[in-house]
């Protein structure tokens, strides 16, 4: 591959339902395309946002959508909510994974032994469906890794987002058959870690994301973010490990493709 017309890239987490966009989310959209953003996971993690991503997933060919249950709910999480995920992810036929899921110790807003409880059930919850699962976790990555051992998650495969802690972490979900999701984080002053882990991972274990409309990649840092700023992020990762932007896309591009089973 070669010319900037040529990449073409997946957005493998982003939140295009959220209020945000309520403006121009179509703009959003057409912009997502111009640049070669052909493809968007979009993410819906509680009663309000699943479905909202379900519809939007409904109503355009390029989006597809993850569901779960975010440890900031997982207080409020009950029985029947699980089960309604359930539902909706075996008779929605665009739900590529569930997620996102996981563990955040950051915030703190749900207690913590409520939110591993709530993450295994949902690792039970991928294995019964055969989807991979989307992770989210902050300052929690030994207790994730913990429970995804324990569950035998290996199995289950899906991507670490928004990857942002050093090398011998990232060994660790690789070492589990994940993938890592580099965002924007990657672009910043601060992203040193990101871009050894950049350097160092397998090329066919990366996923690119934005998660907008948060972390916006330089030059756009600080503003809303959208798919179609995912090439600046495509362009460090391409520079640090010494490679046209095109083929980065495209690696990573198969990689989302196989692992979500994206047509």
């Not at 966009?21 to 819906?44: K, N, P, Q, S």
């Not at 055969?130 to 998650?153: K, S």
Request: charged fraction near 25%; include cysteine.
């Amino acid at each position: 591959m070669s010319g900037e017309g040529t990449a073409v890239f997946v957005d493998t987490h982003a939140h295009v339902n959220d209020a945000q966009f309520d403006a121009d989310r179509d703009a959003v959209l057409a912009r997502a395309r111009e640049a070669g953003v052909t493809r968007i996971v979009t993410i819906g993690y509680n009663r309000a946002t699943i479905p909202s991503a379900l519809a939007l997933a409904d109503r355009h060919e390029a989006l597809y959508a993850a569901i779960g249950w975010h440890p900031h709910d997982a207080a409020a999480c009950a029985e029947e909510d699980l089960a309604w995920v359930e539902r909706l992810a075996r008779e929605h036929g665009k739900v590529v994974a569930i997620g996102e899921i996981g563990l955040d110790y950051y915030r703190d807003w749900a207690p913590r032994d409520a939110q591993r409880a709530v993450f295994r059930q949902q690792l039970a919850l991928a294995r019964r469906l055969g989807l991979p699962v989307i992770l989210h976790c902050r300052d929690a990555y030994a207790d994730v890794l913990e429970v995804l051992r324990d569950e035998g998650a290996g199995e289950i495969g899906g991507v670490m987002h928004c990857f942002t802690a050093d090398w011998e972490t990232a060994k660790a979900f690789l070492d589990l058959g994940f993938y890592l999701g580099i965002g924007g984080v990657v672009t910043f002053k601060t992203g040193a870690a990101v871009r050894e882990v950049v350097q160092k991972a397998p090329l066919d274990r990366l996923l690119l994301e934005t998660d907008c409309p948060y972390l916006a990649p330089v030059p756009h840092r600080g503003k809303r973010n959208e798919p179609a700023y995912l090439r600046h992020t495509a362009e460090v990762v391409a520079e640090v490990r010494g490679m046209a932007v095109e083929d980065v896309a495209a690696a990573t591009t198969e990689n989302a493709m196989r692992l979500f089973r994206l047509p």
